[in-house]
Antibody, heavy 120, light 110 residues
Framework: VQVLQSGGGLIQPGGSLRLSCAAS????????MNWVRQTPGKGLEWISS????????FYADSVKGRFTISRDNSMNTLYLQMDSLRAEDTAVYYC??????????????WGQGTPVTVSS | ELVLTQSPGTLSLSPGERATLSCRAS???????LAWYHQKPGQAPRLLIY???YRATGIPDRFSGSGSGTDFTLTISRLEPEDFAVYYC???????????FGGGTKVEIK
């Protein structure tokens, strides 16, 4: 199981950014995919999940209405579109896979993380 | 909304010692959905325990989890140098958001 992240970087407040996560080594459509972030020096915060085939989406209140999770099952790739970015969105963003078809499962495999800095 | 409170915030121990980490839930939860992860500096979290007491693939048996209801414990029987890290508990049940992480316990070398 491997998840390889890309995207991220420095962006001004109010800007947009898209993160990607390419998965391999497991049946992608049978896994829920998640985004978890970690602010500098702080703990882990779950922010979004998407189920495998139905594509049902779930969001934390802190990002609802600003972030959009999606997946391309033909490409085994997960995305996080981040709009209206704020300074408090500055964090390392991780994608993580959950071996289940419904929301709410443990996360055995994580990407390497990608830093996002929101600053003018 | 569920809150997971981990204690202590920092645990200072020597290699070979036993570590006992606590995770307390603000309401009773199903133990089947309680996990523990550890994270070393600059690395992604790694799953240690799921279902409160089941070791994930490749996790040595010096790691054990227990608990039910609102109180859960991660025990490391004899600390190895690679075990010094930050440990997080997570509740992943309920079938609705959010998925909740505790604030973490740092296990540092004394």
């Amino acid at each position: 199981v491997q998840v390889l992240q890309s995207g991220g970087g420095l962006i001004q407040p109010g800007g947009s950014l898209r993160l990607s996560c390419a998965a391999s080594g497991f049946p992608f459509t049978k896994y829920v995919m998640n985004w978890v972030r970690q602010t500098p020096g702080k703990g882990l915060e779950w922010i979004s999940s998407i189920t495998g085939t139905s594509g049902s989406t779930f969001y934390a209140d802190s990002v609802k209405g600003r972030f959009t999770i999606s997946r391309d099952n033909s490409m085994n790739t997960l995305y996080l579109q981040m709009d209206s970015l704020r300074a408090e969105d500055t964090a390392v963003y991780y994608c993580a896979s959950s071996p289940d078809t419904i929301f709410g499962a443990v996360m055995p495999s994580w990407g390497q993380g990608t830093p996002v800095t929101v600053s003018s | 909304e569920l809150v997971l409170t981990q204690s202590p915030g920092t645990l200072s121990l020597s290699p070979g010692e036993r570590a006992t980490l606590s995770c307390r839930a603000s309401q009773s939860v199903t133990s089947s959905y309680l996990a523990w992860y550890h994270q070393k500096p600059g690395q992604a979290p790694r799953l240690l325990i799921y279902g409160a007491s089941y070791r994930a693939t490749g996790i040595p048996d010096r790691f054990s989890g227990s608990g039910s209801g609102t109180d859960f414990t991660l025990t490391i029987s004899r600390l190895e140098p690679e075990d010094f890290a930050v440990y997080y508990c997570q509740y992943y049940g309920g079938y609705s958001p959010p998925l909740t992480f505790g604030g973490g316990t740092k296990v540092e070398i004394k």
